[in-house]
């Protein structure tokens, strides 16, 4: 009781810590009893706890010692079941190295015993109190549609895509993938590229070539017609040419980096929509899940992923796609908020 009574007299102060590829979100809400009073937020270029992020979750620590420090759980081994029952969980996995709890009475997810180990070692200064699933965040964010008819939810963060398909609020599969380091579609469409051409060649090999067809006087007058083009008229233009030439390698560097930012993110959308093409299929063909026909996928999108990735689930997985932009930091205090009853 006396306990209640001191606890009363100072605010809580809620510490959200999100792991991204190689920098740390800190998000930081100060609660009174009327609510949230203050708030703060930083990203520090490190993955593990330096003095400059210590620093600034002590800032806020030490005015309370009534302080909690959440993490999304960014676990390579994780995922989600289709159960509560203990009786039936080892027939989707063996759990037995693993720390899981029930959600709602009616799934469970899990994480290896040995990671949380790992994520509570990592980040013994500040301490840990709360490792949240990100497939609680999911289920929290689409509470508003997993209640209704069969559809896939995706949680896309910048390390990983943590996917799901629930039905009347019920789970019925999940899987979570780890993105990887140097993907590249290049080998990928270049072997899709081969295929199509070799399918083509056969075509042409069946029905002839009709030389008849082919018109090579029309060919030659092109090539007059280019051989007409005039030569730099003098070497003052090439000059000319040259006295620019610090002002466009500028410009053609700042297109470089642009291509290359294009190019990394088409390789990423690219390899989240491989995955989720795999995780369906599997879906499909296991027997263990109950499938029917997928027709709709629920993007939350926590990192700005390109129009190419809506475009390839459309097209390839004839999917109606809807995406919705998620704030992973206050989705995850929301969660703290809920377990320290102050919502």
Request: charged share 35%; hydrophobic share 40%.
């Amino acid at each position: 009781m006396f306990a209640k009574i001191l606890e009363a007299f100072y605010v809580k102060v809620l510490v959200n810590i999100i792991l991204k590829q190689s920098t740390t979100v800190v998000y930081i809400e100060v609660h009174s009893k009327k609510g949230a009073i203050n708030s703060a937020h930083a990203e520090f270029d490190t993955l593990e706890p330096n003095e400059k992020m210590l620093d600034f979750i002590e800032q806020y620590t030490r005015e309370s010692p009534y302080y909690y420090i959440a993490l999304l759980d960014i676990s390579s081994l994780q995922g989600a079941l289709p159960t509560c029952s203990k009786a039936k969980l080892p027939e989707y996995y063996d759990l037995s190295s693993c720390d899981y709890k029930c959600y709602d009475g009616k799934w469970t997810y899990y994480t290896a015993t040995s990671e949380i180990m790992e994520i509570q070692k990592r980040f013994e200064e500040p301490g840990i109190d709360f490792i949240f699933s990100p497939f609680v965040i999911l289920a929290k964010f689409f509470e508003d549609k997993i209640a209704g008819s069969l559809a896939l939810y995706v949680l896309v963060c910048d390390r990983y895509i943590s996917l799901a398909i629930f039905e009347e609020g019920a789970l019925r599969f999940a899987e979570h993938l780890e993105m990887e380091e140097g993907f590249n579609t290049e080998d990928i469409l270049e072997n899709e590229e081969i295929e199509e051409e070799e399918n083509a060649f056969d075509l042409d090999m069946e029905d002839g070539i009709d030389l008849e067809s082919l018109d090579v006087d029309d060919e030659a007058s092109e090539l007059e017609e280019f051989g007409d083009i005039e030569d730099l008229d003098s070497l003052e233009e090439i000059e000319e040419f040259d006295e620019s030439k610090d002002l466009e390698e500028e410009l053609l560097e700042s297109e470089d980096s642009l291509e290359d930012a294009a190019e990394e993110s088409f390789n990423n959308d690219y390899q989240r929509f491989s995955f989720i093409q795999t995780a369906v299929d599997h879906y499909y063909k296991d027997d263990r899940y109950e499938s029917n026909f997928l027709e709709n996928i629920y993007i939350a999108d926590a990192i700005g992923v390109s129009k190419d990735l809506k475009k390839y689930l459309e097209e390839e997985m004839f999917l109606n796609v809807y995406i919705r932009h998620i704030e992973i930091d206050a989705e995850l205090c929301e969660l703290t908020r809920e377990e320290l009853g102050l919502v």
